[in-house]
């Protein structure tokens, strides 16, 4: 089993900043991608930031130039810098790790979420 933890969400001004971390722990073979993705109040999850391993990190339209990922992957871990944040960048921020099994197969873990509030 896989365990996906969040951290470093709350409240911010806008124009703040916060860095998110998301380390993953268990019984990790390969992880090929770690990304970040987000939910707000009413409306539906989305991608917000994903770096494969080898590869290169991909953004949403709405977080470029202001959203940088970077992974660790001596830790396991992920992290998402936010810079000059809105008010809708408000949101509950998940990680999602795709885990490799030795016979090539994936699966996806996803971490409990973290409260980002960005005040006007």
């Known amino acids: 089993q896989v365990q996906v933890v969040e951290s470093g969400g709350g409240l911010v001004q806008a124009g703040g900043s916060l860095r998110l971390s998301c380390v993953a722990s268990g019984s990790i073979f390969r992880i090929n991608v770690m990304g970040w993705y987000r939910r707000a109040p009413g409306k539906q999850r989305e991608l917000v930031a994903v770096?494969?391993?080898?590869?290169?990190?991909n953004y949403a339209d709405s977080v470029k130039g202001r959203f940088t990922i970077s992974r660790d992957n001596a830790k396991n871990t992920v992290y998402l810098q936010m810079n000059s944040l809105k008010p809708e960048d408000t949101a509950v921020y998940y990680c999602?790790?795709?885990?490799?099994?030795?016979?090539?197969?994936?699966?996806?873990?996803w971490g409990q979420g973290t409260q980002v509030t960005v005040s006007s």
């Open positions: 770096f494969a391993d080898g590869g290169s990190a």
């Open positions: 999602k790790v795709e885990v490799l099994r030795p016979n090539f197969l994936t699966d996806n873990y």
